[in-house]
């Protein structure tokens, strides 16, 4: 339906109709061809002879046009009753468009037309029609017609200026038009017209019986033009006698009101003013305004203005009076306005009207004001109800030509030609400045033209216009908004549409787009609503139906039996797609866009993976920054729940769905959650439906990116390979591995970056096994979301992955863990994850790892959306999201990189071990503090791969905080040996690598046997066996080795638990004296084997070449234990005296003291001033101690010593009554100065005796039993003996140094110190004799010194010897 | 009669909206005799939201309640209020564009409702649908508005896109209000 023109109130309406089998393209051919001819100058009209007939025929000479306008659809017949009142709303002329190639069919053409103008149904319109029927020649056809078709014109195709004749032809059908114009006037002229002209506010024509009979007969006559024959449409109402024809008429009245015949009496009376008014002209008892004004409304169709014009003033002089006349004066005033436009056409210039201080058309507006205003105030006050769409259809179609006036000259950049030209014929899409609009038919025939909101004009534009012309927007739409009201509601649907329709187009053209979107609510609800009702009214047998689709069977079906089988109708989808266009429109000026989620047809799915890598960061980006919003929350889930309301009805249930989603996409922040949930029902539904109906188009996956982490699970321990150079293995066999228990896992460096960069290495994957992923997915809706699949999406190697249905947990983050198999070994890339919602489309999400330049890029670009927020640049429709987004974008050029991923390496094929059984229960072990036991654990190979390899390695619960002692290196270097000693020398568990086999065949078992070490603070330990199948087949030999190969390892823990139950403590070790060793042989002469043995220990040869060692052992368990001490010498002369033991039983809680008799030892000097070693092989030991040199020889010595003793003195203990037995260590003792002193052999062993000379003979002095003490005689010279043998290994000069207490009562002779002993060879003695006399009774001690003097220290004696005399007897 | 105020913020956002019915009598509007005796013609669902769409709820209610103050009732005419308010946005935007004035007075006409509009100079817009002419309380109203909305935007955490949900505020509004309106 064409918007009404400005100027349609003088256009002639001519009706096209396609007549016979004529093709559509061929009739629209013609149709253009005659729709071109817009207007007919009067002067090419033929004049008509008769006087009667001439009245509105043209003047010879006449300037000016009659218009013509083309419709193809009669107006509605609810119009009819405005055909008086408005002879220009409705069809004058009927012109048929015929094809036709063989003669033969003219009859049948002319029989169709007939037919076809019958079932227009024109003859109930008041104004007769003039017919033509052009036949269109096709292929030389040489139709010779003749007069034997009244009615029909054919036009040959030979015919070369076919437009000068058709133009032709339509002059002779004004004239005829014309011509009839005056039989109607001449009709209503008579008194009798006039009344039924008065009768009511719309009247019409009485009945043809009614009607004055001397009209009739010139009717046949009328055909003068032999070429035109004009075929009358009244010869139906008047030759066919009353009765036939006034029923339908009359029933058609009584059906909506009380008939005219009636009435019309009743009605009379109603008017006054005229029933006062005589008539002066035709006697008639009314008032003659509306006469008048029918009367100018013919000549304004005439083409004769100032006719018109003198009638129109006429007219409307008459109305002012009247009150029933309002709309009377209003269509009066409305025909007046449109003369000066179209004399201003015709003289096609604009300085027509000159007046400066106004614009030309303020008069016309001036009209229109008052027109519309009149006709808003018109009152049906007694009128049927009839009137009120009637009115409200011209009320509407004023204010419309109302503003069209001002549209097009604001449009048209002013008063001129171009403006005139668009009041005259808009064309088809009047309100596009430019030709972006996009216009499309609906099944209802209507145009739905669409401003595409992207191409729309500039404010600029707009503005432009208004400054030119002096015109604004406010202005128009103003205007504009007075059509709208209520009484919208009284307009038949068609009209409605169509007014509906041309205000939407006027608004978009304004740029007015909220308005638009309000105004094409309306005009959805009009169309909806008609496509509803018809649906409901046709039932199931409708054949063209649009939009139906499949309907349960309805009950009226025959063919069907009822509500089991649905019938599928077939569906017509022209219309749906424009209704859906409206709707995005609408929603987009609400800033909803309701297509972000977008329909794929399924068919058509390519690649789409390639360009969603950009497009995820988009998006993480606008999610994860703040946004303001845009628009009106309420009115935006409003318009939605329209829209899919809309779409349902269609009904399109792929649209339904994309509508759904997107919103629940797009504004799911300010939903309520039932809305959501409600939304999110519907899209479901939808798609069901889609799908079994077969639609081929789907939405694609809507709900944003789910994924937020992904994470592949390290494998199980005993799975996780562990990868190994090679070349490791040659090394590993002849290392022991000590190092590595010793320092842990030292790094040398103190960065290192290599092990930062290995911080993230990919994780392993073993080929044919299982691995798992954990995805963690998140749900920003307040509904479950539902996935019909999930799945890994990966590259590089091919891996057995099956995809997972799963429903997400409202509002939650929900971790997923997927399962996956490696096929191939290689390299495998996850991507991310392919999700697909149910009865969506899969769509790929990526989750690259972010690098550090993208971070930033990332975060320097959501600070700059962040600075924004809250920040409005944009007002009103510019800030609609997506807009900004384009804006912002333009100026941020990212830069495209590689992404990465997360990456696993998949290696080959892997053996696994299992522990089959222990011999241990619960794992756990018990021992005595220093006892030994054995693990047996039973390995059994589980796969199908032979184990090659095993290694065994250890840990447990002391060696974690040595090793944390010895790295904090706050310890003496004294003590760091004996830590590292502990770790070293006395581990938890031992293995004995050589004995095992290192070989498990698939299926086979493998024992192994570690031994335990009891030791205390030992709570804890682990056994980890690391194995391999290193000798693989490879199939090919091109196929190079790997240089790497990969271990597993199993660990075993063991609870240990130590029990310390033997203590050591206070060492001694003391000289040996003579005295001791007499004590220990003889005090007890018990014949036990224990006393033997104990005289066995003590028994030595030589006492200086013995001390005495001694320990006190505690028991603090529970139970006694027998204590074991052992020496054991190596090189020494007597063997039978170097192995000897001690054994004690130490009861419970008691404390023993232990002591063995030892030799002494000497060692080297280059022995002794070896640095303590350290056992590990530690760079960089700075020693840390500021002794002096002096000290630190002392400490060497004394660590040193401490060495040998504990080489040569060995504790076990054995359980009494029991099994069990372990080592008694004693690495807990410290040794001090004086016990060095005492274990090491003197340099200068000094040996002194006192000998008393009888006759030159030395005779020894005598010696008490124990032989520890002389008894020399009192006041006698003894000799005093001191032999100084060198024990040194080196030549010594000695010199020796006696001390005689109290030296008061001795009487010696010669010197007392500095006795010189001269140089003696290793093992050399000397002798020398002091002769010392005693001089009173009591005891003397007598002691040696040896000081050597060709050694670099002579600070300190390299030997002593003491001597004690007792003197007893009595002086006398 | 009633009023209906939006605060919009320059994305076209509603950050507080109060409706308003005057004690004032409502005067005398000149309806259209058109707009009487309207049809009841369809029922679907979609004739409805025509219906309340082009003003014939409220025109039909009036007829029944007799021009009494409850006019404004179900959701649907809200919604229809809100569209209004919406769709005068386009020439509020239009005439602030042009002039720099801030109270535009019956800047639009749309169905029964008259629109006025005060814009800050943020760009915030009140919108106040009216039905009778009240020029001066109508001005009075919004500066009492504006004075109102500016000491709200003092609050450092208050951007130009919160939503304004003071209790003070509303009271102080509710007051104006009645006052002037």
């Known amino acids: 339906m064409d918007p009404p023109a400005f100027a349609s109130l003088a256009h002639v309406r001519i009706i096209l109709l396609p007549v016979g089998n004529i093709r559509r393209s061929t009739f629209d051919q013609w149709a253009s061809e005659v729709r071109s001819i817009e207007s007919i100058p009067l002067g090419d009209i033929p004049a008509e002879s008769k006087d009667e007939r001439a009245r509105f025929m043209p003047s010879p000479l006449a300037s000016g046009h009659v218009h013509l306008s083309y419709q193809s659809h009669p107006p509605a017949a609810a119009h009819n009753a405005l055909a008086l009142f408005r002879p220009s709303d409705f069809p004058l002329g009927l012109v048929g468009i015929a094809s036709c190639s063989h003669a033969d069919s003219l009859p049948t053409i002319q029989a169709s037309f007939k037919s076809a103008v019958k079932d227009m149904s024109l003859h109930k319109a008041a104004f007769p029609v003039s017919q033509n029927c052009f036949v269109f020649e096709e292929h030389d056809a040489n139709l010779d017609l003749g007069d034997k078709f009244p009615g029909l014109v054919v036009i040959p195709s030979m015919m070369a200026n076919k437009h000068v004749h058709i133009s032709t032809l339509l002059a002779g059908l004004c004239s005829h038009i014309l011509g009839d114009f005056a039989t109607v006037m001449q009709s209503l002229e008579s008194p009798l017209g006039n009344e039924y002209l008065n009768a009511s506010l719309f009247p019409s024509l009485p009945s043809a019986s009614e009607m004055p009979r001397s009209l009739d007969p010139e009717i046949p006559q009328r055909d003068s033009l032999p070429p035109l024959p004009s075929y009358n449409s009244q010869p139906d109402l008047s030759t066919n006698g009353s009765a036939r024809s006034k029923t339908p008429a009359a029933s058609k009245r009584m059906s909506t009101g009380p008939g005219l015949v009636p009435s019309r009496t009743a009605s009379l009376p109603t008017t006054p003013v005229t029933a006062k008014k005589r008539p002066n002209l035709l006697g008639a008892a009314s008032s003659h305004g509306r006469l008048f004004k029918v009367l100018a409304d013919l000549f304004l169709l005439a083409g004769r203005h100032a006719d018109s014009q003198i009638w129109y003033s006429e007219a409307i002089a008459l109305f002012k009076g009247s009150p029933h006349d309002t709309s009377w004066h209003a269509a009066a005033l409305e025909g007046l306005a449109t003369i000066p436009v179209i004399e201003a056409w015709s003289s096609g210039s604009a300085t027509a009207n000159g007046a400066d201080e106004k614009e030309p058309w303020q008069d016309i507006v001036d009209k229109l004001t008052q027109a519309t205003a009149l006709y808003h105030k018109s009152t049906p006050n007694s009128e049927h109800e009839r009137t009120y769409p009637l009115l409200a259809y011209l009320y509407s179609q004023s204010v419309i030509r109302h503003t069209s006036l001002l549209f097009a000259v604001w449009s048209a950049k002013g008063w001129g030609p171009h403006a005139f030209g668009k009041l005259i014929q808009p064309g088809t899409t009047p309100y596009l400045p430019s030709s972006t609009a996009s216009s499309s038919t609906d099944h209802n025939g209507v145009t739905i033209t669409v401003v595409n909101g992207r191409t729309k004009a500039s404010y600029a534009e707009l503005e432009r216009l208004t400054t030119i012309t002096g015109i604004t927007r406010t202005q128009i739409a103003t205007t504009l908004s007075q059509v709208h009201g209520p009484w919208l509601l009284h307009l038949a649907a068609r009209e409605r549409i169509g007014i509906l329709q041309t205000v939407a187009g006027m608004f978009g053209a304004l740029g007015y787009l909220r308005k638009e979107a309000y105004i094409l609510r309306e005009l959805l609800g009009s169309i909806m609503d008609l496509i509803v009702c018809g649906r409901e009214e046709s039932g199931g047998a409708r054949p063209n139906g649009a939009g139906l689709g499949i309907r349960g069977a309805p009950v009226g079906n025959a063919s069907t039996t009822a509500g089991t089988v649905g019938v599928r109708e077939n569906p017509r989808l022209e219309g749906n797609e424009s209704m859906l266009r409206i709707i995005k429109h609408i929603c987009r000026v609400h800033g909803v866009d309701i297509e972000s989620v977008k329909l794929v047809d399924i068919g058509a799915i390519a690649a789409t993976s390639n360009g969603d890598a950009a497009d995820d960061a988009e998006e993480e980006d606008l999610d994860d920054s703040p946004q303001d919003p845009f628009g009106w929350p309420e009115l935006q889930i409003g318009i939605i729940r329209e829209a899919i309301a809309v779409a349902e009805a269609l009904p399109d249930y792929p649209s339904v769905a994309q509508f759904s989603l997107s919103s629940l996409k797009s504004l799911h922040p300010v939903m309520s959650h039932s809305d959501q949930v409600h939304l999110y029902h519907t899209a479901t539904r939808a798609l069901t439906t889609a799908i079994r109906r077969g639609d081929r188009r789907t939405v694609e996956y809507w709900a944003g990116k789910p994924i937020v982490s992904i994470e592949v699970l390290s494998l199980p321990l005993i799975r996780l390979p562990i990868e190994k150079p090679l070349s490791l293995l040659a090394k590993a066999n002849d290392q022991s591995g000590v190092d590595t228990i010793l320092t842990g896992v030292k790094d040398p460096f103190l960065y290192n970056p290599r092990k930062v960069a290995s911080g993230q290495t990919q994780s392993i994957l073993v080929q044919n096994e299982r691995f798992e992923v954990v995805m963690t997915l998140r749900n920003p809706f307040v509904f479950d979301l539902q996935l019909e699949s999930l799945a890994l999406s990966t590259s590089g190697v091919r891996i057995e992955s099956e995809a997972m249905p799963i429903t997400i947990p409202a509002n939650t983050y929900h971790p997923v863990t997927m399962t996956g198999k490696a096929a191939e070994p290689g390299t495998l890339t996850i991507r991310g994850c392919v999700v697909q919602a149910p009865g969506g489309l899969p769509r790929e999400y990526i989750l690259p790892l972010s690098t550090e330049e993208e971070e930033e890029t990332r975060s320097r670009r959501r600070s700059a959306i962040e600075s924004e927020v809250g920040r409005a640049k944009y007002a009103g429709l510019e800030s609609r999201p997506w807009k900004r987004m384009s804006k912002r974008d333009s100026k941020q050029v990212s830069k495209k990189q590689p992404l990465r991923f997360l990456e696993c390496k998949v290696v080959p094929e892997q053996p696994l071990l299992r522990i089959r059984r222990t011999s241990l229960t619960h794992a756990a072990v018990m021992l005595y503090n220093g006892e030994t036991s054995t693990i047996r654990l039973t390995l059994e190979n589980v796969s199908s791969l032979t184990i090659d390899f095993v290694r065994i390695t250890f840990d447990d619960s002391t060696i974690a905080p040595a090793q944390q002692i010895l790295a904090e290196g706050e310890l003496s270097v004294f003590e760091t040996y004996e830590t590292e000693y502990d770790l070293i020398h006395r581990p938890v568990f031992t293995w004995d690598a050589g004995r095992e086999a290192s070989r498990v065949d698939p299926g086979e078992k493998a024992s192994v046997a570690v031994k335990c070490f009891g030791k205390v603070g030992c709570t804890s330990g682990a056994i980890h066996v690391s194995y391999a199948y290193i000798n693989r087949h490879h199939e090919t030999l091109k196929e190079k080795p790997p240089d790497v190969f990969h271990t597993r390892q199993l660990s075993y823990p063991v609870v240990v638990t130590v029990y310390h139950m033997l203590e050591c403590h206070s060492m001694d070790i003391s000289p040996y004296s003579r005295i001791t060793a007499f004590a220990s042989t003889t005090e007890e002469d018990d014949d036990s084997p224990a006393g033997k043995a104990r005289r066995a220990l003590f028994d030595v040869e030589d006492v200086a070449d013995w001390c005495l060692f001694s320990v006190d052992v505690r028991n603090t368990y529970g139970s006694p234990f027998e204590v074991t001490f052992e020496r054991r010498m190596h090189n020494h002369r007597a063997m039978t005296t170097a192995h000897m033991t001690t054994t004690v039983l130490v009861p419970p809680g008691s404390t023993t003291r232990i002591v063995l008799p030892i030799r002494k030892i000497l060692l080297t000097e280059e022995q002794t001033s070896k640095p303590i070693p350290t056992l590990s092989d530690r760079q960089f030991v700075v020693v840390k101690s500021n002794l002096s040199s002096a000290e630190e020889k002392a400490q060497r010595e004394l660590f040193w010593y401490r060495e040998e003793l504990f080489k040569t003195v060995q504790g076990r203990w054995r359980e009494t009554g029991g099994m069990r037995s372990g080592e008694l260590s004693l690495r807990q003792q410290r040794m001090t100065q004086p016990m060095l002193e005492a274990l090491r052999t003197e340099t200068a062993r000094v040996q002194m005796s006192l000998v008393r000379y009888e006759d030159e003979v030395a005779m020894p002095v005598d010696v008490d039993p124990s032989g520890s003490k002389y008894l020399p005689p009192p006041n006698e010279f003894v000799y005093m003996r001191t032999k100084v043998t060198n024990l040194a290994p080196a030549e010594l000069v000695l010199v020796a140094n006696l001390a005689l207490e109290p030296a008061q009562h001795t009487i010696y002779q010669g010197v007392l110190t500095g006795i010189p002993m001269g140089r003696l060879a290793p093992g050399e003695s000397y002798e020398t004799e002091l002769p010392v006399a005693f001089l009173s009774r009591g005891r003397f001690d007598v002691s040696a010194e040896i000081r050597a003097l060709n050694v670099s220290d002579t600070t300190s004696p390299v030997g002593r010897g003491d001597l004690r005399a007792v003197v007893e007897a009595d002086f006398s | ?181």
């Open chain 2, 1 to 181: 009669m009633s009023h209906h105020l939006y605060l919009l913020s320059p994305s076209d956002t509603p950050l507080y909206s109060l409706t308003h019915y005057s004690s004032k009598p409502a005067q005398t509007t000149t309806t259209s005799p058109l707009a009487s005796n309207l049809p009841s013609w369809s029922t679907s669902a979609f004739a409805g939201t025509l219906t309340a769409l082009s003003g014939a709820t409220s025109a039909t209610q009036a007829h029944h309640v007799q021009g009494g103050t409850v006019r404004i009732g179900g959701g649907q005419d809200r919604h229809v209020i809100q569209m209004i308010a919406n769709a005068s946005l386009d020439v509020v935007e239009e005439v602030v564009r042009k002039d720099n004035m801030m109270y535009l007075k019956s800047v639009d006409k749309f169905n029964e409702w008259t629109v006025s509009a005060f814009v800050t100079p943020g760009n915030m817009k009140f919108v106040l649908l009216h039905e009778a002419r009240n020029d001066d309380g109508i001005k009075s109203f919004f500066h009492e508005v504006w004075e109102l909305y500016v000491k709200t935007m003092l609050n450092p955490f208050h951007t130009a896109h919160t939503p304004i949900r003071s209790p003070v505020f509303d009271a102080r509004v509710r007051a104006s209000a009645k006052k002037y309106l």
